[in-house]
């Protein structure tokens, strides 16, 4: 009966195996998942401000379905020749990509629009000219228009707008892009200091989800042909491509590669050490089939869980291979080197307080990540728990039945290995100095440690990527969507006053070049208040006085003031943000307006040409403005990765605290040296990191908590078997598989481009070092008991 | 005039948006034009602009001299009522007020300065196979002189220039501009000079 028990469990877990193995054919061939990339995904949400998420997903979703491409040349006609060779290319793939395109009548249209309310449109400076210049002035240049060569052509009648001044508030708004309509393409040229090269700007849309893999490769796909085409025509193009899309397929692209090289890499590794070890296949088989199950088992359940998971969990889960080992080796160890007539599964019972142990600790480790407030750590901690459960049931359930005694026989290697164990011996003054010498170099390591929380520090897209956004930004002075006004109110109007309070304090920054301009919803629809100020002016100071005076000294028939007062006045109607957003007009301008929100009204003023050296003056500019606020999506998500570090280095101390409860029931007095070496080893990487000067991250702290779930192990494995030279071994070969297999998981991490994975592996691989060199100095019955002797 | 200028770009660009190359193989009426014209490499003369707006008495009444240089520009230089200077050139328009330069528009960032540009140097020069691609060429020549009307192919352009037509023999004589709105525009050209010692010195410096 009792022989039995062990028999069934093995049975249960091999039909569990096969569940799951069911659910995950299911999954990838019938559902034919595909992971998610979306690198915002694995930021936290914030629910602080509804308004303020608002505005930024109102930036960033017009941002992010759109491509922008610049086709260059030193001429224009070889520029529209090589944009044309590549539009061909696009116009085959409409269904992936769309390009929007510019008519002559949204142009009109938009004309109109502003023609019918042009007496309320005033610039700043038209402003200050009426209220400043008397009439002598408008009448002569009036008539300097009047007589001028040009003054023909232009929107309607001359008497339409006799003053210039709807002109000039048109001008105005057409500085607020350097595009411009060219041969039924739109047209940029860089500055003839840069070479005066002229482009076609291409907007393009992308008509699925851009963080779907496979629209990712299509788009990059596509791109390549057309720049392969362009150039094909034109040898000299120049082409810069810019797009969320292009950054997350890059992202993709390098997470994959690695989830590759790293994961095979570190299965490789494994498969060597063990092979090297064992001299046999089959330990080799038995682990790998552990740590798969493992995988798999983690896949199904948080496919489950949360319907979706993303690349950069997977990575991970390559990395889980390190830990998920730890079982199988520990009991392949101790099979080996126990006594031939032990059971095996009378070896597992007495293995088991320390792979309990050992699964608890580390879980309690991974659960840690759990506790952050990044979804994608957090399912990375639920996906790396459960491998480690499901690899444990596997080692626990199956193990003793596959293993005998007489599978493993022990390569010369192993019987070497297990006996290079070393201790500090007798404790003497030289080595006490050493010890301290030792301390005091951590210490002055830990003060010169430095943070550096700036999610900039984790983007990684290719230089040719980034060099090609930021000439792209250059070429047409358009505004960061990630750094930006937002103004909020209780009406429509009060947000436009709002804007104009704060376009005041922008406009000395525009004077000095600290931006280049800004783009608002109040530069079309200027507030109520304002539009009846330009209304009142324009009354006073043009209709009065200089429109008679003008009509007298051209000559005008005795009707024509009336008339065009009358007709000046039958445009000075108000013009509302209605009106402007249900025009073709507005188009451009959208994703300024969040309009009526749950809390208020609220709007957004973008900044152009706002460089960061220049941050600190501008984001005050607003400060004292009611219902003004500077949102920096940088800064914030910085800010946070920052309070987050800070507060997982608590969460850090206080695992330590709650395994040394866990453990204190088992080892008592004995319980420091358990954690005692993960502890130390944390101490050194973090001093060597401020030797070094490696800025500490969120990632780096994060390592340092997984790193306690890892040497807690060893603690365990080292403490258990302190009594008995041949189990001694065993721990002590046990450890040396799993540090090495560790290092060459989680080493490979460090080679991670992704640098958040880097600052990972870099701590871990000075860390489990550092556990392995000095976990057996913590061996009860050594270190101490030799000092004290 | 800054302004108008600007304006003109945004229409006349915008007009251009849908302009193919929908231009006749062979005009035969440009063709005999072509062949009467003289096209001396600087030309230079007076010109006189009668500006009839509607709901105005009288017309409006301007003058100064003009140089046309090929493969230069165009000076136009308004001496009376109000003193002004406007230079076009393959890359920029300028327009001067006294030694001032009120307003410089860059072809590099405005591409219809180019356009705006060649229509007047071509209007001036009577050269009508350069207008072929933006207007219809219709008339009548007779051995010594010419008529031909220009109608803008594009509506948005119509709108913006209305119709032109011209009158010339060895040059153009005189430009006639209806708008849409009623305005008519007249510019009669006199006293050309050719050559080298055309251009007075204060022009030749423009260049």
């Given at each position: 009966m009792k022989k039995n028990k062990p028999t069934i469990f093995a049975a249960l877990w091999a039909a569990i195996v096969c569940l799951l193995l069911a659910h995950n054919a299911y999954l990838w061939i019938g559902k034919r998942i595909s992971p998610d990339t979306?690198?915002?995904?694995l930021l936290p949400v914030q629910q602080r401000d509804p308004v303020l998420q608002l505005s930024f997903t109102h930036m960033v979703d017009t941002a992010q379905q759109r491509a922008l491409v610049l086709v260059g040349a030193t001429d224009w006609s070889e520029a529209k020749r090589a944009a044309d060779a590549y539009s061909e290319v696009l116009k085959l793939h409409a269904d992936v990509l769309q390009t929007t395109a510019m008519t002559e009548q949204t142009q009109q249209d938009w004309l109109a629009l502003f023609a019918a309310h042009r007496a309320v449109l005033l610039t700043t400076a038209q402003q200050k000219n009426l209220q400043e210049r008397d009439a002598t002035y408008w009448v002569e240049s009036a008539q300097r228009a009047l007589y001028s060569p040009f003054s023909g052509p232009k929107l309607g009648a001359w008497r339409d707008d006799p003053f210039g001044l709807f002109a000039g508030w048109l001008q105005e708004r057409a500085q607020e892009t350097p595009v411009r309509p060219r041969d039924g393409a739109l047209f940029v040229a860089d500055a003839a200091a840069n070479g005066g090269r002229q482009y076609v700007l291409l907007s393009l849309t992308i008509q699925?989800?851009?963080?779907e893999m496979g629209t990712q490769q299509a788009v990059t796909k596509i791109f390549d042909q057309a720049r392969a085409a362009a150039l094909a025509v034109v040898p000299g193009a120049e082409l810069i491509t810019s797009g969320v899309i292009l950054h997350a397929a890059a992202a993709g692209e390098q997470a994959r590669g690695e989830t590759w090289t790293i994961g095979l890499g570190s299965i490789l590794g494994i498969i060597l050490l063990m092979w090297v070890t064992f001299r046999s296949i089959k330990p080799i088989l038995l682990i790998v089939l552990s740590i798969v199950i493992g995988c798999l088992g983690a896949l199904s359940i948080c496919w489950m869980l949360f319907d979706h998971i993303h690349l950069l969990t997977l990575v991970f889960g390559a990395s889980l291979i390190g830990v998920a080992q730890d079982y199988g080796i520990f009991f392949l160890c101790h099979r080996l080197k126990a006594d031939a007539q032990l059971d095996s599964t009378a070896l597992l019972r007495r293995l088991m307080p320390s792979l309990a142990l050992t699964l608890i600790a580390a879980i309690i480790g991974y659960a840690g990540l759990a506790f952050t407030p990044f979804p994608g750590l957090r399912s990375m901690a639920v996906f790396s728990a459960l491998g480690l459960i499901f690899a444990w049931l596997t080692v626990v359930c199956w193990f003793p039945q596959l293993v005998s005694a007489q599978t493993l026989k022990g390569g010369r290697f192993a019987r070497w290995y297990g006996a290079t164990i070393w201790s500090s011996g007798k404790m003497n003054l030289g080595k006490w100095g050493l010890v301290l010498v030792l301390a005091a170099g951590v210490v002055a390591g830990i003060l010169q440690l430095t943070t550096n929380d700036d999610i900039r520090l984790l983007q990684n897209s290719p230089p040719q990527l980034i060099a090609d956004q930021i000439k792209l930004s250059r070429l047409l002075d358009a505004p960061t969507p990630v750094q930006f006004y937002l103004l909020r109110g209780n009406s429509e109007q009060q947000v436009l006053e709002r804007e104009e309070n704060l376009k005041q304090r922008l406009d000395p920054l525009v004077a000095q070049h600290k931006i280049s301009g800004y783009q608002a919803i109040s530069n079309w629809v200027p507030s109520e208040k304002t539009q009846r100020g330009n209304l009142a002016l324009l009354q006073g100071?043009?209709?009065?006085?200089p429109l008679n005076q003008l009509a007298t000294q051209i000559g005008a028939e005795d009707t024509w003031s009336a008339d065009t007062r009358k007709q000046m006045m039958d445009s000075g109607h108000i013009l509302t943000v209605t009106q402007f957003m249900d025009s073709p007009a507005s188009e451009p301008w959208k994703h300024l307006w969040l309009g009526q929100t749950a809390d208020g009204y609220a709007s957004i003023i973008a900044l152009r040409g706002l460089a960061q050296s220049n941050l600190a003056v501008v984001q005050h500019a607003g400060d004292g403005l009611d219902g003004v606020q500077w949102v920096d999506k940088v800064g914030e998500i910085s800010g946070v990765l920052g309070q987050y570090r800070h507060y997982m280095a608590w969460v850090v101390t206080c695992a330590y605290a709650i395994v040394f409860c866990l453990l204190f029931g088992r080892y008592?007095?004995?319980?420091w040296r358990v954690l005692a070496p993960a502890a130390f080893a944390s101490l050194i990487t973090l001093a060597i990191l401020g030797w070094t000067h490696h800025p500490v991250q969120l990632f780096h702290v994060l390592a340092l908590m997984l790193l306690l779930g890892v040497g807690v192990d060893y603690g365990i494995f080292m403490q258990e078997k302190a009594d008995d030279a041949n189990k001694l071994s065993a721990a002590w070969l046990a450890i040396g598989l799993s540090a090495a297999n560790t290092l060459l998981s989680f080493g490979l991490l460090?080679?991670?481009?992704?640098p958040a994975l880097q600052a990972f592996g870099v701590t871990m691989l000075i860390g489990i070092a550092m556990v392995w060199v000095i976990v057996p100095l913590f061996r009860k019955g050594d270190a101490v008991q030799s000092g004290k002797g | 005039m800054k302004k108008m200028l600007l304006i003109v770009c945004c229409v006349i660009s915008s007009a251009l948006v849908t302009t193919g190359s929908q231009a006749d193989d062979k005009n035969p009426l440009v063709a005999q034009i072509q062949a009467m014209l003289a096209k001396p490499t600087t030309l230079c003369g007076r010109f006189d602009q009668t500006k009839q707006l509607s709901g105005m008495k009288k017309p409006l009444l301007s003058n100064g001299r003009f140089c046309v240089v090929n493969g230069k520009g165009v000076v136009w230089r308004t001496l009376q009522p109000f003193p002004s200077v406007l230079r076009l050139t393959r890359d920029e328009i300028v327009n001067y007020q006294g030694d001032k330069v009120a307003m410089r528009l860059d072809a590099n960032q405005e591409p219809a300065v180019r356009m705006i540009n060649n229509v007047m140097f071509s209007l001036l020069g009577g050269d009508l196979s350069q207008l072929d691609t933006l207007f219809v060429v219709d008339g009548k020549a007779t051995a010594t002189n010419w008529h031909a009307t220009l109608t803008a192919r594009q509506p948005g352009l119509a709108k913006a220039i209305g119709a032109v037509s011209l009158d010339g023999a060895a040059y153009v004589n005189t430009i006639h501009m209806d708008e849409a709105s009623g305005d008519h525009t007249t510019i009669v050209f006199s006293a050309m000079q050719s050559g080298?010692?055309?251009?007075?010195p204060e022009d030749a410096a423009l260049f």
């Open positions: 979306d690198i915002m995904a699925h989800p851009v963080f100071k043009i209709l009065s006085g008592r007095g004995a319980t460090a080679l991670s481009h992704t | 080298d010692k055309a251009m007075l």
